[in-house]
């Protein structure tokens, strides 16, 4: 627990730092597109996944897979330089927290909210509208929804917006059932 605190931390001075250069030179959205193409890869890649977190890969490993990535996938120069920094920094593990938070401070930027939703199962095109509307309602902005499967939910939903969780998954709530159990 306290690495992924580390790395969100870490994830998150890095995002800061992009954020920042990616304004100065106006290609925020340019750089939000590339990370989000890069966190469908890292979604899609149990390879990449791997190579960025294990210690068994130098960092000029990592950032030579990075820069490969990033030539294929004609990213942004400012991209490509922070993907290349990241890596030489010893910091390819944290990428994932830096494009969670990369993408919350464009969100911001925008004046938008952006909601993490995890479901057991992919949502239909009609539930993600409905929680779309909900979190529209409850939020009184609209929502950027990055949507995750998680089968050890079991069932129901869970809604992360900033710091701020909802839980409704049935795993919290046989979580809750058993340690009331466990007290009485």
């Given at each position: 627990?306290?690495?992924?605190?580390?790395?969100?931390?870490?994830?998150?001075?890095?995002?800061?730092?992009?954020?920042?250069?990616?304004?100065?030179?106006?290609?925020?959205?340019?750089?939000?597109?590339?990370?989000?193409?890069?966190?469908?890869?890292?979604?899609?890649?149990?390879?990449?996944?791997?190579?960025?977190?294990?210690?068994?890969?130098?960092?000029?490993?990592?950032?030579?897979?990075?820069?490969?990535?990033?030539?294929?996938?004609?990213?942004?120069?400012?991209?490509?330089?922070?993907?290349?920094?990241?890596?030489?920094?010893?910091?390819?593990?944290?990428?994932?927290?830096?494009?969670?938070?990369?993408?919350?401070?464009?969100?911001?930027?925008?004046?938008?909210?952006?909601?993490?939703?995890?479901?057991?199962?992919?949502?239909?095109?009609?539930?993600?509208?409905?929680?779309?509307?909900?979190?529209?309602?409850?939020?009184?902005?609209?929502?950027?929804?990055?949507?995750?499967?998680?089968?050890?939910?079991?069932?129901?939903?869970?809604?992360?917006?900033?710091?701020?969780?909802?839980?409704?998954?049935?795993?919290?709530?046989?979580d809750s059932l058993k340690f009331a159990l466990k007290r009485a």
């Amino acid at each position: 627990m306290a690495d992924e605190s580390n790395a969100s931390n870490v994830g998150g001075r890095y995002a800061q730092a992009l954020f920042d250069l990616a304004t100065e030179q106006n290609a925020v959205a340019a750089v939000e597109a590339d990370l989000k193409s890069l966190k469908k890869a890292l979604a899609e890649s149990r390879d990449l996944k791997v190579l960025l977190a294990s210690p068994a890969f130098n960092a000029e490993d990592k950032g030579k897979a990075l820069s490969a990535i990033a030539v294929k996938a004609k990213f942004n120069g400012v991209t490509k330089k922070f993907l290349g920094l990241l890596a030489a920094n010893g910091r390819a593990s944290a990428l994932p927290a830096v494009i969670a938070a990369f993408e919350a401070l464009a969100a911001k930027a925008r004046g938008a909210v952006s909601a993490e939703v995890t479901t057991a199962i992919p949502l239909t095109a009609a539930q993600t509208k409905g929680v779309a509307a909900a979190l529209r309602q409850a939020l009184g902005k609209d929502p950027e929804i990055s949507t995750r499967v998680d089968p050890a939910l079991l069932g129901g939903i869970r809604v992360k917006v900033g710091s701020r969780l909802f839980d409704a998954s049935l795993r919290s709530k046989l979580d809750s059932l058993k340690f009331a159990l466990k007290r009485a």
